[in-house]
């Protein structure tokens, strides 16, 4: 099945050892970065293409887009998809912020030794 | 500058829209995101080498020249020791980091595209190579380690892994996803290189009838084709290493109309397949980067044995290394020896061409030294010529060395 050969085999690694230009981690969070940066101008592109496809048939008017005012409950639900959509993001932030302001923070396999340990 | 695929009264720098490029009966099908995604690479691409190799070269200019010499009371040495100095710089490492993701971006694009209805490409090559004498494999045939040791331009499989009986997924991503790379100067069919070719032929070898022409290392035909189609008294041959990228283009060329030509599985270190003075015209295209030392010397003796008496070999590549030309150009030229998986790349573009070329029997005086710039259809297209960015060594700008016998 040709899909799921593209998905297993696409981003196959060229023989040759990678060189690193950065520290390893960090370029390969860079790496993961531009791949999604690239699926987002993807992304982008597909929305303006529809905006003009509906434009052509008469649905909208792109400057309709521009002018658009969502009326109040809209409002609301867009401000909260938002404010999801940052804290989805920027979760790591929030638990790191947790951690700090914890007096003490124990770690699972801590708390393995100690409950697990023989009397 | 260029304004490629743009109504005059809207200004515009860049490559043009992919859905500009030609297609052809084996081209691979792409959807609408498929194109994005190639549109986002090629604009990457240039965004890299307008926007952000001119931070590198404030960086060389200076931190990384002056900090040398400061540390170690000289100037920098060489290419070799420019470039280890540079990659101690952020500015370097990070415009590296992004031109390496990027075209490990470029592959894996193109090669979904390519796997993905790689079955129905196989079918569709098959049905226009089956029986056709014009198309010869040799299955037999050794792949050497300069091709098989590192995938060139981090093409995995290279052009000649196939992943089964009939299989031209390689030749198709090849083909199809170039553009991200060349941005468009290579025009409509990936073919700037051969028209640039045949018009430098043309000039300045305007009464030159050859009949029986050979390009060595010719893939799927990108530079072939232009030249069979300027001289269609003459048959074209393509030898290369690679089964996928010669099914491939026996069936593009059949498909755009091209006849006068064939494909053959070979290594041009070893064309004995051919006698001694079959051909009136021998031709590479950025094709010796891709050698050894002993294959290139083996390919220019191949070349002198098959030469007709009156014949020309040429070889099309990007410029030599030069005692005048500035560190940091040499440096970013030799970048693609070590982070793009061209190993030859760095040495090749030092050696002494013409002692290689008399070395093989060709007679010095009779050595030709030129230049050329892709040749494309300027209404769609950048045209290199008149194009003022320099994406080093990617350019569609080459050097021509060659010899009559």
């Known amino acids: 099945m040709s899909v799921n050969d593209a998905i297993a085999q696409a981003g196959a690694k060229a023989a040759g050892k ?45 400057q309709e887009i521009e002018t658009f005012t969502p009326d109040p409950a809209a409002a609301i639900e867009r ?41 | 500058m260029t304004r490629p695929n743009a109504p005059e009264q809207m200004p515009y720098e860049g490559p043009p829209d992919y859905r500009v490029v030609g297609r052809h009966a084996v081209f691979p099908q792409t959807d609408h995101d498929e194109i994005e995604r190639i549109n986002f690479l090629a604009q990457m691409n240039r965004h890299l080498s307008t926007r952000v190799v001119p931070g590198v070269r404030a960086a060389y200019d200076n931190r990384i020249a002056p900090g040398f010499e400061k540390a170690n009371g000289r100037a920098l ?78 093409m ?25 790379t060349t941005a468009g100067l290579l025009g409509k069919y990936s073919d700037g290189g051969g028209h640039a070719v045949v018009k430098w032929v043309q000039r300045n070898f305007p009464d030159f009838k050859p009949q029986a022409i050979l390009e060595i290392g010719g893939t799927v035909g990108h530079s072939s084709l232009p030249i069979a189609i300027a001289y269609p008294e003459a048959h074209m041959t ?55 030392n002993s294959a290139l010397d083996n390919i220019m003796r191949e070349t002198r044995r098959l030469l007709k008496p009156g014949g020309i070999v040429l070889h099309v590549e990007q410029p030599q290394f030069t005692p005048d030309m500035p560190l940091f150009e040499q440096v970013m030229r030799d970048w693609d020896a070590f982070y793009n998986n061209e190993p030859f790349w760095s040495r090749m573009h030092e050696l002494d061409l013409d002692q290689h070329m008399v070395d093989a029997g060709f007679d010095r005086e009779k050595l030709i030294h030129g230049g050329v710039t892709g040749v494309v259809d300027r209404d769609l297209f950048p045209d290199a010529a ?20």
């Open chain 2, 156 to 180: 995995p499989g290279s052009y000649h892994s196939e992943y089964f009986p009939g299989d031209v997924t390689n030749g198709a991503n090849y083909d199809h996803a170039g553009f991200v």
């Open chain 1, 18 to 62: 990678r060189p690193y230009f950065l520290d390893e981690e960090v370029e390969t969070v860079l790496a993961i970065t531009m791949a999604t940066v690239q699926e987002l101008a993807v992304s982008r592109q597909r929305i303006d293409t529809l905006e003009r496809l509906l434009e052509d048939k008469g649905v909208l008017k792109r």
């Open chain 2, 386 to 405: 008149e194009d003022d960015t320099e994406d080093y060594g990617r350019k569609a700008a080459w050097h021509v060395i060659g010899a009559t016998v």
């Open chain 2, 238 to 292: 393509v030898a290369d290493l690679g089964a996928p990228v010669l099914r491939y283009g026996l069936a593009r060329a059949k498909s755009l109309g091209v006849d006068n030509i064939s494909f053959v599985q070979a290594s041009g270190e070893d064309l004995s397949i051919f006698p001694d003075a079959s051909f009136d015209w021998i031709q590479t295209t950025m094709f010796l980067h891709e050698l050894s």
């Open chain 2, 77 to 154: 040495a060489d290419r070799h020791e420019a470039r280890r100095a540079s990659l101690q710089d952020p500015a370097f490492t990070l415009w590296s980091a992004l031109r390496r993701m990027t075209m490990e971006q470029r592959q894996q694009a193109g090669r979904w595209t390519a796997i993905r209805q790689r079955e129905a490409l196989a079918e569709k090559a098959a049905a226009l190579t089956e029986g056709d004498t014009r198309l010869r494999l040799d299955p037999s045939l050794p792949i050497p380690r300069y091709v098989s040791a590192v995938d060139h331009h981090c």
């Open chain 1, 79 to 119: 401000a909260l998809s938002n404010q999801e959509l940052i804290a989805r993001i920027l979760r790591i932030v929030q638990q790191r912020n947790e951690a700090a302001d914890l007096a003490s923070d124990v770690a699972s396999e801590e708390v393995g030794n100690e409950i697990g340990s023989r009397p």
